[in-house]
């Protein structure tokens, strides 16, 4: 059972564009929502993280939405750069009450100059 | 910052050989390590649940015998995939927690032949 659902799998944007991942969960007990952004060859790198006490959470040209009833959070990449181009993974742990984290699909995001 | 330092990068091995992949925690003790294995284009999977000075925790369909996890210190995990076969070839990462979060390692890319 898929503990963390991401959307789209892929995803194409223009240079200076807007790129928006979506992931939803279902488990409450999640208080712990990271992006990750993985390069080929290369291990997942955190880009940006939100607790589930915020509705929003801005770094530079990211920002994660969260939205706690609807148990939905997505990434926004603005002005984005074909540097960009990677794959992101949203992710859910219960650190407070353990180890279990769990990944999304994956979305294979494409920035065109 | 805190480092996740996987090795080696890159590992072809021989059918029926055995292979050691290392991840170390650097300027942190990591009592708790994780080991995922990624196929192309697909998300990581959760192996094993590594624990300084007690068994490894594996999760439903990992074979244990066949892929020995090993946390002596609190600075070192390893993965040794035994008696290796060509459907063992994949993308191999770690990741250590490390408050609030999770840090990964730099992946290892195993190729049997």
């Known amino acids: 059972q898929q503990q963390v659902k991401q959307s789209p799998q892929s995803l194409i944007v223009q240079k200076g564009g807007i790129s928006i991942i979506n992931c939803a969960y279902e488990?409450?007990?999640?208080?712990?929502f990271p992006w990750y952004q993985q390069f080929p060859g290369k291990g997942p790198a955190l880009l940006i993280a939100i607790r589930p006490d915020v509705s929003e959470k801005k770094e530079g040209r990211f920002t994660i939405s969260f939205n706690k009833s609807a148990k939905q959070f997505s990434l926004h990449i603005m002005d984005s750069q074909p540097g960009d181009s990677a794959t992101y993974f949203c992710a859910a742990s219960m650190l407070r009450t353990g180890n279990q984290f769990y990944f999304g699909t994956g979305t294979s995001l494409t920035v065109i100059p | 910052g805190a480092v996740v330092s996987q090795h080696p990068s890159r590992v072809i091995c021989k059918s029926g050989t055995s292979v050691k992949i290392e991840c170390r925690s650097l300027d942190f003790q990591a009592t708790t390590m994780f080991w995922y294995r990624q196929f192309p284009k697909k998300s990581l999977m959760l192996m094993a649940t590594s624990n300084e000075g007690s068994k490894a925790t594996y999760e439903q369909g990992v074979e244990k015998d066949k892929f020995l996890i090993n946390h002596a210190s609190l600075t070192l995990s390893t993965l040794t995939v035994t008696s290796a076969h060509p459907e063992d070839s994949s993308f191999y990462i770690c990741?250590?927690?490390?408050?609030?979060?999770?840090?990964f390692g730099s992946g290892t890319r195993l190729t049997v032949v």
């Open positions: 990741s250590a927690r490390l408050d609030p979060g999770y840090t």
């Open positions: 488990n409450t007990a999640f208080d712990y």
